[in-house]
C-alpha cells in the first residue's frame, strides 16, 4: 500500500456501506474490517485501494461538486472494462457496478486491483534504470497501444460506445466548445490555434479502440521486468475513433530531456530525464507495429496538447469556483497557458514536432 495515501479530507465515505455492497456482490471475501486508502495520482475520477485481510480491490466514484452531463459515467465505464478484459487481457475486470448514489454519494464501480510498479516521475529506489531498460520500456509503451489498437472492437461487443463517423470533426468542435466554456482568462493564441486545428482536420484512419488518456504512469507494470505491462488502468473516456488521435495524447505526456521547463513541470515524468525515445521515435516504433501511415501526425500532434489544455482548464475552473478543493489544481492555470502557447507555436513549425 506504499502508492497510496490517507484518504483526503472531504474525500471520505461510509465505509459500513461500501463493506457490506463488497461483502454483497464478491464472493469469498475473507474475515476482517475493510481498510481504504486513496491513490493521489490523477485530477478527474477518485481511485481508492480496498482492502479485507488478504483481498484487494480498486474502487472508482465521480470526483467531488457539480460534473458536467455524460462525464465521469461510472456505468459506462464498468461496462466497457467488463466486455474489453475479454478481448485485451490488460484492461482490469470489473466486479460490480453500483448506481444508488444513497451508499457513498455517487456512483461506483469496484475492480480488480492488478499489483505491480507504476512510473512516475522517477524510478522506484534502488533500480539501475540504465538506457537499455529505458528504451525498452519506450518500445513497450508504443507496442501495447498497438496491441490495444488491433483489438477487432465490434467482435468485443463494444460498437455502442463511439460514434466512429465524424469523429475528428466532433473532437474539435467539442474541446474548443470545452475550453471557451470553462477559460479563465483570455489567452491571444487560443483563436489562431483553434481557427487552425478546425481548418486543418485530415482524413480519419479505420477506427479502433483508443484509450483517450494512454500514458506511462498509467501502466502498471512487472517488478522483475519492467518491460511487461500487467494492466492498462484509467479507461474513462475509452471510446471507439481515430488511433492517431490516441498516439497524439500519449505524445502529449511524453516529454523529453532538452523540451522547455513550462512544458516539463505540467505533468512530471522520468521520461524527462533522457535515456527515452523520443517522440519522433515513438511515433516511429508505433508505425512499425501498427502498419499504420502516420504521415499527418503533426496535426494530431498540436491537437493532442490543445486536449489537455482543455483538461486541465476544466480542472482549473472547478478548483478557481471551490468546487473542489484540491490545491494541486492552483497551478493548471499557468500549465494552460503554457499547453496553448506551445501548440500553437508547433502548428506553424511542423519540424518541431
Known sequence: MSDTIDVREGEDFDLEAVEREVRERIEGLPEGDLEVRQFPSGASNLTYLLEIGSWQGVLRRPPLGPIPPKAHDMGRESGLLMKLHEAYPLAPRPYFFESDEAVIGAPFYVMERRGGVVIGDSFPDGVEADETLRRGISRTVADTLAELHAVDWREAGLGEIGRPDGFLERQVKGWISRYDKAKTEEIAEVEPLTDWLANNVPDSLEPTIIHNDYKLNN????????????????????????????????????????????????????????????RRELIERYAERSGRDVSDMHWYTVFGYFKLAGILQQIHARWKSGQTRDDRFAAFGRHVWNLILHSEHLSRNPDSV
Open 219 to 278: 501502466l502498471v507494470l512487472d517488478p522483475e521486468d519492467f518491460t511487461e505491462v500487467r494492466a492498462v488502468l484509467d479507461w474513462e473516456m475509452a471510446t471507439v475513433g481515430d488511433p492517431l488521435f490516441d498516439l497524439a495524447v500519449s505524445l502529449s505526456y511524453w516529454t523529453e530531456p532538452d523540451d522547455p521547463d513550462e512544458l516539463k513541470e505540467i505533468l512530471p515524468t522520468v521520461t524527462s530525464e533522457g535515456g527515452f525515445t523520443t
